[in-house]
């Protein structure tokens, strides 16, 4: 699976071989970027607690009230229906 990310200055291309492993790329690059305290935080959390997070933040931020996560492919699906990523190869 090949998914490209665009969320602010974010323009990469992550693979992995399912959605699981693609939300544990996104994670683990986001807590790279993070400055170094909250970079402590999202390492600390689980996989779909960061995905979680995730949409809580931008439903806060764009007004939204979309689900909650309950997995690594719902929340790749409302990356992508969202325009936040890009399935470039299933």
Known sequence: ?????HIQDIA???EAPDASGIL??????AARRAPF???????????LGFAAEAVKRANKSKGRQDAIPQSAQEFLDWAVAQGYATLVEP
Do not use: A, C, F, S
């Open 1 to 5: 699976m090949k998914v490209q990310i």
């Open 12 to 14: 990469e291309t992550v």
């Open 24 to 29: 544990r790329r996104v994670k683990g690059e």
């Open 37 to 47: 305290l909250l970079r402590g935080v999202i390492n600390g959390m689980g996989d």
